[in-house]
């Protein structure tokens, strides 16, 4: 037996989508990307929906979108995967971090509005910031926001946990952020194998990422700087990239959509049998905030010091070698080499590093059957045992 920490679910209406696109005229630049994008904008509750090819390349051309150059600052947090600070690098920017809130994990909005109260003394504000939606639970948003309305930053919200997640009541994507980005890697809540997708109410963005994805290039006479000179003519204005979702995968992000209310119905009840099963052991437990719902990406725990001397690394390697698929989200992005090069080191932010020292994530996936979360919540409590 062998319990994965994240599968996707493939159903016989996916496969049929994906074989009637595979059967027809288009595989990419086809119809089904823009329904896909139409689709997510509704349920997303967005005006402009830009699906890409990962949601790294998403956070690449947001960056460009937002103005991001060689002489620019971002920040975002250290507890994340590696994409949301590279996207800065990809433009020549100078990154830092802001440390987490040890309860939501996510950026402290109380740390951001320290860090950017100092940066601004020193003449040193970030002209973007990336809040990342960790493990699907939505950040401070409105915070963010009145900071960021405060210090003239623009915020590119990282939601490639949280697709259906709401805050204050809206979808995530389409109220505080500028832009907000989202990936349907395998693992992720909605997949389309691989793909992203930028989310936003301005018009002027979605116009100018839709050319960044696809090498700057238009083919809209309406918005052609030059005389067209035939009905062949096509115009590169900015240099861009081919960031482009294939209408294969789009297909079958149109037929995961369909499903996402069920999909995240069915992890946050397994999240809530997680919660209670998991009360006793010495564990810290995600939290829930009453203001926004999670879309239960990953349901994390910390092993806690306080409550037994069970290392990390004893209980992590008993559970893979009990069958169980356990991960850790996520090493602090600070700590790799390539950050610590550009000279940050451990000390710097001291709740992303505590976390992660204690971090363990455990299966949840829609098809996870309550039999083997039972299996799952047996192996931990026994490790926990053997490892104390
Ligand atoms: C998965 C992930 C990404 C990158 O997504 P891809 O689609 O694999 O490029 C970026 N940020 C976070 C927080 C992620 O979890």
């Excluded at 956070?59 to 949301?84: E, K, Y």
């Excluded at 910031?129 to 915020?155: H, N, Q, T, W």
């Excluded at 002027?204 to 009905?231: F, I």
Aim: with cysteine.
């Amino acid at each position: 037996m062998f319990i994965p920490y994240s599968c996707q679910q493939i159903t016989d209406e996916d496969i049929a989508a994906v074989t009637a696109v595979l059967r027809s005229e288009y595989l990419t630049q086809g119809p089904a990307v823009a329904a896909f994008e139409q689709a997510f904008a509704v349920r997303h509750q967005v005006a402009h929906a830009i699906a890409v090819s990962n949601a790294t390349a998403a956070l690449h051309i947001g960056c460009l979108a937002l103005g991001v150059g060689p002489d620019s600052r971002v920040w975002t947090t250290p507890n994340t995967f590696l994409a949301s600070a590279n996207c800065a690098r990809y433009c020549g920017a100078a990154v830092d971090f802001v440390d987490i809130d040890p309860i939501t994990r996510n950026i402290s909005s109380a740390k951001l509005a320290h860090k950017l109260k100092a940066a601004e003394a020193r003449g040193a504000l970030p002209c973007v910031v990336i809040p990342v939606d960790f493990a699907g639970l939505p950040c401070d948003m409105r915070e963010i926001r009145s900071l960021a309305d405060r210090y003239g930053f623009k915020i590119l919200q990282d939601a490639s946990h949280a697709a259906g997640a709401t805050y204050l009541d809206c979808p995530v994507g389409s109220a505080w952020a500028d832009l907000t980005v989202f990936s349907f890697h395998a693992v992720k809540v909605v997949t389309t194998a691989e793909g992203g997708l930028l989310a936003t109410q301005d018009a002027a963005l979605a116009e100018k990422l839709r050319l960044l994805r696809s090498h700057g290039m238009t083919r809209d006479p309406a918005q052609m700087e030059q005389v067209p000179e035939g009905p062949w003519y096509y115009e590169q204005q900015e240099l861009g990239f081919n960031y482009r979702l294939t209408d294969v995968q789009a297909a079958l992000g149109t037929s995961q959509l369909a499903r996402i209310d069920t999909l995240g119905i069915q992890r946050d009840a397994l999240a809530q049998r997680y919660d209670q099963m998991l009360a006793e052991l010495p564990l810290r437990l995600p939290a829930r905030q009453a203001d926004r719902q999670s879309a239960w990406h990953l349901y994390a725990v910390e092993i806690d010091a306080q409550r037994t001397s069970a290392r990390r690394v004893d209980v992590f390697k008993q559970l893979r070698a009990a069958g169980l698929g356990v991960n850790v989200h996520y090493i602090p992005v600070h700590l790799q080499p390539y950050y610590a090069r550009l000279g940050f080191r451990r000390g710097d932010f001291p709740a992303a590093e505590g976390y992660y020292d204690q971090a363990l994530s455990i299966p949840l996936f829609p098809a996870l059957t309550y039999a083997q979360q039972d299996q799952v919540v047996h192996l931990l409590g026994q490790a926990l045992q053997d490892c104390a």
